[in-house]
């Protein structure tokens, strides 16, 4: 779904969502054309438990809680810089 669709369908909502088709631009932007509603929310930390529930069993999925009072949805996308090792 668009994100102007999801909107219409969940107003006022916390919303745990899937990015199923997304790129990123060359100022790290992230911009998803298409989304995958998992479940909606009243409250903030509800969404979020959700989240942190599914990230452990599947941390590869692209997974945002977001807001559908928002009329886009802005990612920025953080680089990690540095050295891990065995501390």
């Known amino acids: 779904m668009k994100w102007q669709e999801i909107r219409e369908q969940y107003p006022g ?10 790129y990123t631009t060359q100022d790290n932007r992230r ?3 298409q989304w995958a509603v998992i479940d909606s929310f009243s ?10 529930k599914i990230h452990r069993q599947a941390p590869a ?3 945002y809680v977001v807001h559908t009072d928002n009329p886009e949805v802005k990612i920025t996308e953080q ?5 891990r090792g065995n501390a």
Not at 43 to 52: D, N, P, Q, V
Request: charged residues 30%; hydrophobic residues 50%; glycine residues 6%.
């Open 13 to 22: 909502r916390w919303l745990l969502a899937e990015a199923l088709d997304a």
């Open 43 to 52: 409250s903030f930390y509800e969404a979020m438990r959700r989240y942190k």
């Open 79 to 83: 680089r990690w810089v540095g050295i």
């Open 61 to 63: 999925r692209e997974l």
């Open 31 to 33: 911009i998803v054309g």
